[in-house]
């Protein structure tokens, strides 16, 4: 049996249900560049992946404004839509017990880290974890297998092979498969459970509560 001693973190779909926040954003950067505002179905689909990416796949912002849509996108963003977002039901209790039991915590998402940061100390998340890792400012960390390369380098006590990745899309899956490390599903957020087993996902749980028994026989001594 595999046995983990640190627990990374996505932080959309997986801790916060953000998609209050991320859907005014959204609406309010395609409002700003006269494009169409996407359908809730499109919305749901832009939550996990990277934020350029979407804005331009599925806003159909020019490649060459890209850079532009993510700075209206970021200043809505941190001025309201930030704080639009809630824990999921049970996450909290379930990160701490992960964290009493002897689990090192980290974050690793695509969101901007500082983004991430005011996120967790605002819902009361941030004392479990023993580091919040995210994408950089100037968009040279950006995918999920850089940001578990960015744990791994900020903490080196960290070994990947020791660690697992929790998360809610097939975006969470690549990256955990790029970095070497396994990957558990979370059913709650907003992917589907067929696409992440498909993917790579060890097991998919529906309920946080569902990931401290789990872990709880998976611990590395």
Do not use: Q
């Not at 960290?158 to 059913?187: H, N, P, Q």
Request: glycine share 10%; net charge negative; hydrophobic share 40%.
């Amino acid at each position: 049996m595999k046995k983990y001693r640190n627990i990374f973190f996505d932080l959309d779909g997986t801790l916060f249900n953000i998609r209050p926040g991320i859907a005014h954003c959204i609406e309010y950067t395609a409002h700003e560049l006269e494009l169409p505002v996407p359908d809730d179905a499109t919305i749901d689909s832009m939550i996990g992946p990277p934020l350029g990416d979407s804005l331009a796949d599925k806003v159909g912002v020019p490649k060459e404004e890209v850079s532009h849509a993510l700075s209206i996108w970021r200043g809505e963003y941190t001025r309201v839509g930030w704080s639009m977002c809630e824990p999921y039901p049970g996450i909290t209790e379930a990160v701490k017990s992960l964290k009493e039991m002897g689990f090192r915590i980290y974050t690793a998402t695509s969101k901007n880290e500082h983004a991430a940061r005011m996120i967790l100390n605002e819902k009361g998340l941030a004392p479990y974890f023993d580091d919040i890792c995210g994408a950089s400012e100037d968009g040279s960390i950006d995918k999920k297998a850089d940001v578990i390369a960015l744990v791994a380098r900020r903490n080196t006590s960290v070994r990947l092979t020791e660690s697992v990745l929790i998360g809610d899309t097939f975006f969470d899956c690549e990256g955990a498969e790029k970095a070497g490390i396994d990957m558990v599903g979370a059913g709650w957020g907003f992917g589907d459970e067929a696409e992440l087993l498909e993917n790579g996902a060890i097991t998919v749980f529906h309920k946080p509560v569902e990931l401290v028994p789990f872990f709880t026989e998976h611990l590395a001594e």
